[in-house]
Structures are given as structure tokens and as C-alpha cells.
């Protein structure tokens, strides 16, 4: 439930969301997610928060933070930590949970409602932090991926649990490959 006179702000974790959202077979698409909750409330602040390989010369999420910053997102960053496991494979570690709950805490004071997109169980003491200061919390995420992407005490501790499926159709486009896929058969139908 959003009330029109309510100040809001977003809290994205941007790989769970990713991850979520590629679960059910869809991209996001930023600015109309940023256009829906804005719709919904008075936006004060939307956060986006990811870890950027900092070595590679191009990182493929590159792209998506520099449009983020230019069209009304805080970014939050950090380098990732590369490091090789005990088999030998290339592993990226980039956990934003801290930058992210400090960040909740120091808005806290000034809104009203926040908007999670988040499906990590480590957030519930976060949320129940945040309820004891009067903001209500909204969790976006899935329980229709396979598995769920949301860990149950997070979804039972949210005063509003919001299935990211049932955005797709306001916020959501089509895989690239689907897109790629609809472009070529417009294409081909023109012929």
C-alpha cells in the first residue's frame, strides 16, 4: 500500500534484483521502474547499489551505472574482490549489505516508506530496525522463481511483500534475446 503524500526512497541491490529479474525471464527497465514509484509516492531518493570489476577494461554492467548516475539514481560502488577458490575457478565477491544498511539508517529520519529490492535474508534485521522508526518497508523480489529468491523472514518481516513478477508488465522488457529474436521476425514479415 503507497500513499500518494508519502515521502519514499529505493534501496536496489543491484545483483539480487538482476539475478530475480533473470529468474523470470525479463529486464529491467530503469526509468520505468524509477517512473512507477515516482507515480506512487514522492520520491526523495533512489539508490542503486553494485560492485564494478575494477581490472577489466570493460565491464558489461559499465554502461548501466553510467546511465543510472546521469538519470536520477544514486550510485553506490565498490571494486569487487577477485580471488581463485579451492578448485581453481575465477571467483567475484562484491557484497553492498553494509553500504546499503547505512545508508537506510541515515534516511530513515526523513521518509516515510522504503522500497527494498532485495530478496536477502541478511536485510531482515534492517527492516525490523527501520519499522521501530516509524518507516513502513515494501520488499521487492520473487516466490515464483525456482527456487523462491526471497528468503521467507524477509518477506514475513516487510509490512508489504511485492512480487517482482507482477511488475513486469510496468517495469519489465523483454530479454535481449527475445528482443533480438522480435526485431528479426518484424524484419523478416516486412519482406
Given amino acids: 500500500m503507497f500513499y500518494k503524500d508519502e515521502r519514499l526512497a529505493l534501496f536496489i541491490d543491484g545483483s539480487n534484483l538482476y539475478a530475480a529479474a533473470k529468474a523470470l525471464g525479463f ?38 551505472v553510467d546511465w543510472l548516475h546521469y538519470n536520477g539514481f544514486t550510485m553506490v560502488t565498490k571494486p569487487a574482490k577477485e580471488y581463485t577458490d579451492s578448485q581453481g575457478r575465477r571467483k567475484v565477491k562484491g557484497n553492498m549489505d553494509i ?24 536485510f531482515r534485521p534492517l527492516v525490523e530496525s527501520l519499522q521501530r ?18 528468503a521467507d523472514e524477509l518477506r514475513r518481516q516487510a509490512d508489504n511483500f511485492i512480487e517482482l513478477d507482477e511488475l513486469r508488465e510496468v517495469i519489465g522488457r523483454p530479454p535481449r534475446e527475445q528482443q533480438a529474436e522480435r526485431n528479426f521476425e518484424v524484419a523478416s514479415s516486412g519482406n
Fill in 133 to 150: 522508526q516509524g518507516v513502513r518497508v515494501s520488499v521487492v523480489s520473487t516466490i515464483r522463481s525456482q527456487p523462491p529468491m526471497i
Fill in 99 to 122: 553500504e546499503l544498511t547505512v545508508d537506510a539508517m541515515e534516511l530513515a529520519p526523513r521518509v516515510d516508506h522504503i522500497v527494498l529490492f532485495s530478496g536477502d535474508g541478511d
Fill in 27 to 64: 529486464d529491467i527497465d530503469y526509468k520505468l521502474l524509477r517512473q512507477e514509484f515516482v507515480r506512487r509516492g514522492k520520491m526523495v531518493r533512489a539508490f542503486y547499489y553494485t560492485a564494478l570489476l575494477e581490472n577489466d577494461e570493460y565491464s558489461p554492467i559499465r554502461p548501466l
